[in-house]
Nanobody, 126 residues
Framework: VQLVESGGGSVQSGGSLTLSCVGD????????VGWFRQTPGKEREFVAH????????HIAESVQGRFTISRDRTESTAALHMNTLEPEDTATYYC????????????????????WGQGTQVTVSS
C-alpha cells in the first residue's frame, strides 16, 4: 500500500495543524496506522497509532493531551490532529501502515510497519 502525507507546514508555538495520510485504495482500511516523527541525527520517534478498525488508539506520552489520531475508513485516510504545538514538535512526520494489528503492545516500534509515506515537515517557531 502506498501512503501520501500532507498538511505539514510552519506554525507558531501554540498553533495547530492536522496531518493527513491517504492510502491508495481500500486495502489501506485493513492496516493499522502509525505516526512517527524524526529530527536530523535522531531515531524515529513514535507519536500515535490507531488500529485498522479505528476502535483502539494510542498516543505517545510526550504529546498526550495535545495530539489525537483518527481515521476515516470510508475515505481510506488517517489524520494526526496536533494542537498546542511546541518548538520541540518540529520534525518530519511520517505515516506508516502495518498489516499486523497491535492492540496493546509493539505499536510504537517502527520496524513493525511495512509501509511508509515520504514524510511531511512540521516546523514550530517560538
Amino acid at each position: 500500500v502506498q501512503l501520501v502525507e500532507s498538511g505539514g507546514g510552519s506554525v507558531q508555538s501554540g498553533g495547530s495543524l492536522t496531518l493527513s495520510c491517504v492510502g491508495d485504495g481500500r486495502a489501506f482500511d485493513n492496516y493499522d496506522v502509525g505516526w512517527f516523527r524524526q529530527t536530523p541525527g535522531k531515531e524515529r520517534e513514535f507519536v500515535a497509532h490507531i488500529t485498522w478498525s479505528g476502535f483502539s488508539s494510542h498516543i505517545a506520552e510526550s504529546v498526550q493531551g495535545r495530539f489525537t489520531i483518527s481515521r476515516d475508513r470510508t475515505e481510506s485516510t488517517a489524520a494526526l490532529h496536533m494542537n498546542t504545538l511546541e518548538p520541540e514538535d518540529t520534525a518530519t512526520y511520517y505515516c506508516a501502515a502495518s498489516l499486523t494489528s497491535f492492540e496493546s503492545t509493539d505499536y510504537d516500534r517502527p520496524e513493525n510497519y511495512e509501509h511508509w509515506g515520504q514524510g511531511t515537515q512540521v516546523t514550530v517557531s517560538s
